[in-house]
């Protein structure tokens, strides 16, 4: 009984600023009073709609004084709320809300979180808004703190595509503002997001595979809409976040060096510009994470889109099959007719026209393997291998075919990555084909067709990535194949590069031509049809 109760303090703690915000919304009756507030939905909506003001400004990186608060409010009530207030009293309005309600004040509160791991309670103190003197005038401007971000975005549900949208712009601007502190908490969430997108795609594919007839199309739109939305929106903007962390971090780094020889500096702030060195090494790596996550989701979509469509395509299928309750209808016909049953072999002797390769009892399938004798026409028996013997031999065989399936998904990217690194930087797929259409790379190359199409598709989804990134990542999450014969882009890429010995290739990009420009490779019997493909080398 007890399990229900894991994580309550955790519960409890973000239960709190909520808590508290409305004990002291009841409890001051000044907007009743004096505003015209009387009951508690409006006091409560007023409030939060002043906090959703100061969350835009924070988010801006504006100010927000008490008389912007004041030229707000006005505009809400005359156009939602219609209070009877002067003009002249919408900045003690602000004033009331955010000084004697929000901050209580000005007397930090608490809340008392209960411990059940400890049986005991832990108070947590709530402070939502913070303030301080503003850059051109000597009045107080106010912005949102950790805890007021959580509670509004807490009561905001939103499609997973905008959550990380919402949190890739605060995540900007705390890059553009060098809050690292508050840009590690948004790329931790970002990616933690990213995670939850790909477990919905492999949830969903379960799903599927369990019974089709159960997944409503609603959710199949929805699963594929949000993580189409998340691959194609934000992959590119956080590789060039990437990109920004690397001249923010140079850009430190310099004013280490110059410390280094520069004796009547402040190594107070020498320890500053070291730690968030620190942190931001800590951001690069959790966006190099995202990034990895990105094309993960896309791989995974594309598998996701597939198991619908052949689970469809089976359910059709099976519906269109014409059947007859054998129990009702052949039963009644018999009973009606006994010569009837004459017919009865023609309707069950097609089950048993084929001999069955092998003799199978089903009373046995839970005993203990053992070795299997038969008798031979000569009439001598002989001992066959034990079933375990049989198994290993066909494991072995299965990871054979897996191994050669990786070699060729590697000597298909060594070609075209020799051609780029060797031959020519900028080429189209047109030209890479017609340079190897007579050498024995072009054999090598179409030695299977799937598969060269995967890796087409596979590319095109990456369409920009960085050698160096793509290693990085790979330490990071520690990656080796999993021999199951599947294509993993990011080892293949790297393996065909270390293989063929192309350390100096530095990023390549991918771009689609006109859909009207095709390019046909064909190979004995079979034609692969793509779309032209624009390569860019970039060489150290």
């Not at 508690?40 to 709609?49: H, Q």
């Not at 929106?233 to 780094?253: A, N, P």
């Not at 469509?309 to 099959?321: C, M, P, V």
């Not at 194949?481 to 882009?489: R, T």
Request: proline share 1%; glycine share 2%; with cysteine.
């Amino acid at each position: 009984m007890n399990d229900v109760l894991n994580n309550f303090y955790s519960r409890m703690r973000n239960i709190a600023p909520q808590a508290l915000l409305h004990k002291s919304i009841e409890r001051k009756e000044v907007l009743a009073s004096a505003y015209g507030f009387e009951e508690f939905d409006e006091k409560v909506s007023i409030v939060y709609a002043l906090l959703v003001y100061i969350l835009q400004q924070s988010l801006k990186d504006e100010e927000c004084t008490l008389k912007d608060m004041a030229e707000y409010l006005e505009f809400i009530n005359i156009e939602y709320f219609h209070k009877d207030i002067e003009h002249q009293n919408y900045t003690k309005l602000a004033n009331c809300i955010v000084n004697e309600i929000i901050l209580n004040d000005g007397t930090m509160t608490a809340f008392r979180c209960l411990d059940i791991e400890k049986n005991e309670y832990k108070k947590v103190y709530v402070q939502l808004v913070e303030h301080e003197r503003s850059s051109t005038s000597n009045d107080a401007t106010y912005k949102l703190t950790e805890m007021g971000y959580n509670l509004i975005l807490s009561t905001l549900e939103m499609e997973s595509n905008m959550k990380l949208a919402f949190h890739e712009f605060v995540f900007r601007e705390s890059l553009r503002r060098k809050n690292f502190d508050q840009a590690l908490i948004d790329i931790k969430n970002i990616f933690a997001l990213s995670k939850k997108q790909i477990k919905a795609l492999i949830d969903g594919i379960v799903k599927i595979r369990e019974n089709i007839t159960t997944f409503p199309i609603e959710e199949y739109n929805r699963i594929t809409n949000e993580s189409v939305g998340i691959a194609e929106t934000q992959t590119d903007k956080f590789k060039g976040y990437e990109r920004e962390i690397e001249l923010i971090e140079q850009e430190l780094k310099e004013k280490e060096f110059e410390f280094k020889y520069t004796n009547d500096r402040d190594q107070k702030e020498l320890e500053e510009i070291r730690e968030k060195l620190k942190k931001l090494d800590l951001i690069k790596k959790e966006t190099s994470k995202v990034v990895y996550e990105h094309a993960s989701m896309m791989s995974k979509h594309y598998e996701f889109k597939e198991e619908f469509t052949r689970a469809l395509d089976n359910s059709i299928e099976y519906f269109k099959r014409d059947r007859i309750n054998i129990k009702e209808e052949l039963s009644n016909l018999v009973a009606q007719d006994l010569s009837k049953l004459e017919f009865l072999e023609f309707l069950l002797s097609p089950l048993f026209i084929k001999n069955m390769k092998k003799d199978y009892c089903i009373t046995t399938a839970f005993d203990p393997q053992k070795s299997k004798i038969i008798e031979e026409e000569s009439g001598t028996k002989v001992i066959l291998k034990i079933d375990q013997e049989e198994q290993m031999i066909q494991k072995k065989i299965q990871e054979q075919k897996n191994k050669e399936k990786l070699e060729q998904y590697e000597n298909i990217l060594g070609i075209i990555f020799k051609f780029g690194a060797e031959i020519k930087q900028d080429f189209m797929l047109s030209e890479f084909i017609n340079y190897i259409k007579d050498t024995d790379e072009f054999e090598i190359l179409t030695k299977n067709m799937y598969q060269l199409r995967e890796v087409f598709i596979e590319l095109l989804d990456l369409s920009n990535f960085n050698i160096k990134d793509l290693k990085k990542a790979a330490r990071m999450l520690q990656v080796g194949y999993d021999n199951s014969g599947d294509f993993q882009p990011l080892k293949a890429i790297l393996a065909a590069i270390n293989n063929n010995n192309l350390k100096n290739i530095q990023s390549i990009k991918l771009s689609k031509i006109d859909h009207l420009d095709k390019v046909k490779i064909t190979m004995d019997c079979m034609e692969l049809t793509v779309n032209n493909i624009q390569f860019e080398f970039t060489l150290q």
